[in-house]
């Protein structure tokens, strides 16, 4: 589904990815960790599209296109969803407004029609039941005065509704109180299938507790520097980031 190889990646000709080659499968939940500004945001911002990167070297494959050369908005449409570390709000547009919206762009995109308004309001309010948030969210302006969590939240009923192919999910356990942590896990376990990918940032293995993931890496300076399996996220828990310096080379 996904395949990076060799990127590199500046930001004012700064380096920050430098050679980093990750492989997601359909059905995979790939964990990312590391040390703070070792380039685990600026890999999500790079794959959703946000401007100010200058991609110097390497490829990003999605699903057999060039996920490098689509605009950001074809890129949702094709199924790329990234949930924000630091969820945007936007006054002015009610949360239940752009849900519709995007959904319709994502339906017209694949050659399909309007969403039913009726039909709409039923997927909706599932949704929300499952994430057991309040309705009243839905006519609140888009994440405006919501807190920390409840942004969070708000993040992963976006990717409920949407049904993306390859779910970025940047730091969804930062700012969850232990409760909506169990419950943002259970809504993205629901979301799990033999199709669907995730990429997870986290710093934390306590949310690896919840959502399994088939493959945990280490991201530090740039670079993927160690994959393994589950058990990796309890070894850095317990040993830190230190004994991995100098592995990247
Ligand atoms: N606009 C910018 N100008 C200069 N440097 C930047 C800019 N944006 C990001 N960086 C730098 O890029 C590096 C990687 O940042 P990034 O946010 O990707 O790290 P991270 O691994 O997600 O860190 P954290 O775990 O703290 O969230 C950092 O050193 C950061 O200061």
Known sequence: ??????????????????????????????????????????????????AGYT??????????????????????????????QYPVEIPGVSNIYLLKAALNAMRKHQGLPEVDAMDFLTIVKSKVKLLQMDEKF??????EGFSGGEKKRNEILQAAILEPKLCILDETDSGLDIDALRIVSEGVNSLRNAERSFLMITHYQR????????????????????????????????????WLEGQAA
């Open 55 to 84: 991609v110097t070297e390497g490829s990003v494959t999605y699903n057999g296109k060039d996920l490098l050369e689509l605009a950001p908005e074809i890129r949702a449409r094709e199924g790329v969803f990234l949930a924000f």
């Open 138 to 143: 839905l006519y609140r302006a888009v994440n």
């Open 1 to 50: 589904m996904l395949s990076i190889k060799n990127l590199h990646v500046t930001i004012n000709d700064k380096p920050i990815l430098k050679g980093l080659t990750l492989d997601i499968n359909p059905g995979e939940v790939h964990a990312i960790m590391g040390p703070n500004g070792a380039g685990k945001s600026t890999l999500s911002h790079v794959l959703s599209g946000k």
């Open 207 to 242: 949310l690896l507790d919840y959502i399994k993931p088939d493959v945990v890496h280490v991201l530090a300076d740039g670079k993927i520097v160690k994959s393994g399996g589950p058990e990796l996220a309890l070894e850095l828990e317990e040993r830190g980031y230190s």
